[in-house]
């Protein structure tokens, strides 16, 4: 096993939600609907971090 990862480990969600604190995002794979609306209207990602 390269660089000693484990194939499943979980990674920290790194934004969250503002409107709904239980939704959260890793930043990985496809952007959830809050995210890409977030976006559109105009926050950007840093206003989502946690």
């Known amino acids: 096993m ?3 990862r484990k194939a499943g480990a979980k990674v ?3 934004y969250r939600n ?6 959260t995002w890793t930043g990985r794979g496809r ?9 559109n209207s105009g ?3 840093d206003d989502l971090a946690i």
């Not at 503002?18 to 939704?23: A, G, L, T």
């Not at 952007?31 to 976006?39: F, H, N």
Request: proline share 17%; hydrophobic share 40%.
């Open 18 to 23: 503002p409107s709904n604190p239980d939704q």
């Open 43 to 45: 926050k950007s990602l």
């Open 2 to 4: 390269l660089g000693g």
């Open 12 to 14: 920290a969600p790194r």
């Open 31 to 39: 952007k959830p609907l809050w995210v890409v609306d977030a976006l």
